[in-house]
């Protein structure tokens, strides 16, 4: 497996931060020290959007052919994890010497994992010239199209043999996160011509809204889990990416749907935001749920952790961004606050200013 994933990460943050001796350092270090030629098996979706996506974000920045050519060399790494019945990629793909080929282990894909190839995968057509990995992605796009969906839902785990549902578990947190988050991103990336990708978004938008969204006897909106029809009434911190993306994807919708889709991000961000404000540390819990009296909070030991996820703090960026409400910034500093009742302070500022986040 390759080793780095935390300097290829970082280097567009480190050129946007204009820490150029770091960032200088970190360049040196994929030269000189980021080899491809690696036994053993890797995720494929890791080393996609970690790997690939660092790659390409530094070269977009810098222009620097080195992470342009690192791209596509790994890209073509991962190629064989492609190579399955249906053109659905297994989760991990196997970099053995003298056999290459998607890996064994598990019987399902994630939609979360071979559903997030699509911005990268694109790119590195457009660098190379080579069409193959454009016709990878679009591949799983027809498939995905192609299949029954119950009630239009996405659930989380596909055969890639058979092209079927392995369960109806759905899930906007983890296992499905992503997926719906390439598909708003894919239009916006294609300047807005990729109509695919939209109509897929806005079609399963409205399927998770029918029949997964809730409001809680406290006036909470959250969006459950789903096993074959039969909800939990939890959300996963993974889960809470949703609100900056239907923020995101509200300017395109049909304009009588607008106002509410930025009414519904804003609810489910404040939702996301009480899961934080509950807890005894005042960081959210690895998922919170909503019954037996108690809303927005952990209810089981194995789910009260924080891990430095993103997803709240990046719904609130989003929601600032697009509604200029400043308690998005304060609960952003709320975050990472270092004594209760400091208030947002200058030295923070550099994290919502749009001169600073392009």
């Given at each position: 497996m390759f080793n780095g994933a935390t300097v290829i990460d970082s280097l567009d943050t480190l050129y946007l931060m204009e820490l150029k001796k770091e960032f200088q350092e970190a360049k040196a270090w994929v030269e000189e020290s980021f080899h491809l030629n690696v036994s053993g098996e890797a995720s494929l979706f890791e080393v996609n959007i970690r790997y690939i996506g660092g790659l390409l974000s530094a070269f977009y920045l810098t222009g620097e052919e080195v992470f342009r050519i690192k791209a596509i060399k790994l890209g073509e790494k991962l190629l064989p994890a492609f190579n399955t019945p249906t053109g659905i990629p297994k989760g991990v793909v196997s970099f053995k010497s003298g056999s290459w080929g998607w890996a064994t282990a598990g019987s399902s894909s994630i939609l979360a994992e071979f559903g997030s190839?699509?911005?990268?995968?694109?790119?590195?057509?457009?660098?190379?010239?080579?069409?193959?990995?454009?016709?990878?992605?679009?591949?799983?796009?027809?498939?995905?199209?192609?299949?029954?969906?119950?009630?239009?839902?996405?659930?989380?785990?596909?055969?890639?043999?058979?092209?079927?549902?392995?369960?109806?578990?759905?899930?906007?947190?983890?296992?499905?996160?992503?997926?719906?988050?390439?598909?708003?991103?894919?239009?916006?990336?294609?300047?807005?011509?990729?109509?695919?990708?939209?109509?897929?978004?806005?079609?399963?938008?409205?399927?998770?809204?029918?029949?997964?969204?809730?409001?809680?006897?406290?006036?909470?909106?959250?969006?459950?889990e789903w096993r074959g029809g039969i909800l939990d009434h939890k959300m996963g911190h993974l889960a809470c990416f949703s609100g900056g993306m239907i923020a995101l994807g509200a300017e395109d919708a049909k304009e009588e749907k607008r106002a509410h889709y930025r009414e519904l991000a804003a609810q489910i961000t404040k939702?996301?935001?009480?899961?934080?404000?509950?807890s005894d540390t005042k960081l959210g819990p690895e998922a919170f749920w909503f019954n037996s009296g108690r809303e927005a909070v952990a209810t089981h030991l194995s789910e009260s952790y924080y891990i430095l996820r993103p997803e709240v703090v990046e719904?609130?960026?989003?929601?600032?961004?697009?509604?200029?409400?400043?308690?998005?910034?304060?609960?952003?500093?709320?975050?990472?606050?270092?004594?209760?009742?400091?208030?947002?302070?200058?030295?923070?500022?550099?994290?919502?200013?749009?001169?600073?986040?392009?």
């Open positions: 190839l699509h911005l990268e995968f694109l790119h590195l057509t457009e660098l190379s010239g080579n069409q193959v990995f454009a016709e990878k992605v679009r591949n799983i796009r027809k498939v995905l199209r192609k299949i029954d969906k119950p009630f239009g839902l996405y659930p989380n785990f596909l055969s890639p043999v058979s092209g079927n549902w392995v369960q109806h578990h759905v899930s906007v947190g983890g296992l499905g996160d992503s997926f719906y988050e390439y598909l708003i991103k894919s239009w916006l990336m294609s300047a807005k011509t990729d109509m695919e990708a939209k109509n897929m978004y806005y079609e399963a938008l409205e399927a998770i809204e029918t029949y997964l969204l809730n409001v809680s006897p406290g006036g909470l909106t959250y969006i459950a939702t996301c935001h009480e899961s934080y404000a509950r719904s609130y960026m989003y929601l600032w961004r697009q509604t200029h409400d400043p308690i998005y910034r304060e609960w952003g500093w709320e975050v990472v606050m270092v004594s209760p009742g400091e208030t947002l302070s200058d030295r923070s500022r550099f994290l919502w200013d749009p001169r600073c986040v392009q």
